[in-house]
């Protein structure tokens, strides 16, 4: 299972067989029904190589979710803008005018979304990481391994209520699968870097437990291409995929002091970078 394949075979299929469809930014889609990605690590590390991808930037975030944190300023000192145009409704409720916009843009409080509820869920200090790393090292048959950033009871206080829902661990033979599941799916921009960031916390959790590393799967729900991203869609589509590169995590000493830029990518020879505009 080569991911990158898969994801392609996903694009493929919007494009044949989306149906168009309305929603609350004002720019349509085109959706198929719930489908799966699935990649086998032993292929590669998944960074898309039918155009160009910032891994920096997937790490950064990734960083952010792991210890927890709400404030964007944190990522913009690193250079990592995924969340710049987002910010806690409590502080600037949603709009899509451009003071609102702008409001958005300025606030930095991020709320209770992702990294807060893998580590704080609730706000009752239950840290779901943890406990997913304490249960690998002491009972991996559990089945019980999962990690919910869905909270209906905090969902208003979100900065954005989380496309990827829930995350969890799989053990066979002493090889670790991720799964995740994503209720909303931007598969031309978003799911590259979904695919990617949980194959690099695949590999974290990996390193912390000192399993072998096994198969990333996404189960994907409203699976769409934005209208205004037709066009890169095509182009990407157009390109032959090249060999996946290899990801080499540094320094390496515990998943909860990782740092973002302790990675290293190599054999990584991408197409061009396709551009487009996210939907607010």
Same mark, same amino acid.
């Given at each position: 299972?080569n991911?990158?394949?898969?994801y392609?075979?996903?694009?493929?299929?919007?494009?044949?067989?989306?149906?168009?469809?309305?929603?609350?930014?004002?720019?349509?889609?085109?959706?198929?029904?719930?489908?799966?990605?699935?990649?086998?690590?032993?292929?590669?590390?998944?960074?898309?190589?039918?155009?160009?991808?910032?891994?920096?930037?997937?790490?950064?975030?990734?960083?952010?979710?792991?210890?927890?944190?709400?404030?964007?300023?944190?990522?913009?000192?690193?250079?990592?803008?995924?969340?710049?145009?987002?910010?806690?409704?409590?502080?600037?409720?949603?709009?899509?005018?451009?003071?609102t916009?702008?409001?958005?843009?300025?606030?930095?409080?991020?709320?209770?979304?992702?990294?807060?509820?893998?580590?704080?869920?609730?706000?009752q200090?239950?840290?779901?990481?943890?406990?997913?790393?304490?249960?690998?090292?002491?009972?991996?048959?559990?089945?019980?391994?999962?990690?919910?950033?869905?909270?209906?009871?905090?969902?208003?206080?979100?900065?954005?209520?989380?496309?990827?829902?829930?995350?969890?661990?799989?053990?066979?033979?002493?090889?670790?699968?991720?799964?995740?599941?994503?209720?909303?799916?931007?598969?031309?921009?978003?799911?590259?870097?979904?695919?990617?960031?949980?194959?690099?916390?695949?590999?974290?959790?990996?390193?912390?437990?000192?399993?072998?590393?096994?198969?990333?799967?996404?189960?994907?729900?409203?699976?769409?291409?934005?209208?205004?991203?037709?066009?890169?869609?095509?182009?990407? $589509?157009?390109?032959?995929?090249?060999?996946?590169?290899? $990801?080499?995590?540094?320094?390496?000493?515990?998943?909860?002091?990782?740092?973002y830029?302790?990675?290293?990518?190599?054999?990584?020879?991408?197409?061009?970078?396709?551009?487009?505009?996210?939907?607010?």
């Open positions: 299972m991911g990158e394949q898969c392609l075979n996903i694009l493929k299929n919007i494009r044949e067989n989306g149906i168009k469809k309305e929603n609350r930014t004002g720019i349509d889609t085109y959706a198929i029904p719930p489908t799966m990605f699935q990649h086998d690590m032993k292929y590669g590390f998944p960074l898309l190589t039918t155009k160009k991808m910032g891994i920096k930037n997937i790490s950064a975030e990734l960083e952010f979710f792991i210890k927890g944190l709400t404030d964007k300023q944190w990522l913009k000192d690193r250079n990592c803008h995924i969340w710049d145009e987002w910010c806690n409704p409590q502080k600037v409720p949603y709009g899509t005018d451009e003071e916009k702008r409001k958005m843009l300025i606030e930095n409080d991020l709320g209770f979304c992702y990294g807060f509820q893998w580590r704080n869920f609730n706000s200090d239950y840290d779901q990481l943890k406990k997913i790393i304490d249960t690998l090292k002491s009972n991996p048959n559990d089945r019980r391994m999962l990690c919910s950033a869905w909270n209906p009871n905090q969902l208003h206080m979100m900065a954005l209520p989380p496309c990827h829902v829930m995350w969890g661990i799989n053990i066979i033979e002493n090889k670790l699968n991720l799964w995740w599941t994503q209720r909303s799916v931007d598969t031309f921009l978003g799911l590259p870097y979904n695919i990617a960031s949980y194959a690099l916390l695949l590999k974290l959790i990996c390193l912390e437990t000192g399993f072998d590393e096994g198969i990333l799967t996404g189960f994907l729900v409203d699976v769409h291409i934005y209208e205004n991203h037709i066009e890169q869609v095509d182009e990407q $589509l157009s390109r032959e995929p090249r060999n996946l590169p290899k $990801l080499d995590i540094i320094n390496f000493k515990s998943i909860f002091d990782w740092e830029d302790n990675i290293h990518i190599r054999e990584y020879d991408p197409h061009p970078p396709i551009k487009g505009s996210i939907a607010i």
